[in-house]
């Protein structure tokens, strides 16, 4: 999608194996997005969107990989 960047983060490396070397993993060094978007820990990872203005949608837990797309596409409505 145009306009869309994309970045893979993690807490602990642990697992991030699992999805092969194409991915380019930037690790929370600092904890920044775990204290401002998931202070408690959700099992089957989680995902942040931010638009441009700063506002911001947050899926905490398992969900469906679509679901990001369609997100994506209408603005989080």
Do not use: A, H
């Not at 983060?9 to 401002?36: A, L, N, V």
């Amino acid at each position: 999608m145009d306009n869309i960047n994309q970045f893979f983060m993690y807490k602990s490396s642990e697992g991030t194996r699992s999805y092969g070397k194409k991915i380019d993993w930037i690790s929370d060094e600092f904890g920044t997005i775990e204290e401002t978007f998931l202070p408690l820990n959700y099992p089957c990872g989680s995902y942040v969107l931010i638009d441009e203005d700063g506002n911001y949608y947050v899926q905490k837990g398992e969900y469906y990989i679509l679901e990001i797309i369609d997100l994506s596409k209408n603005n989080f409505c």
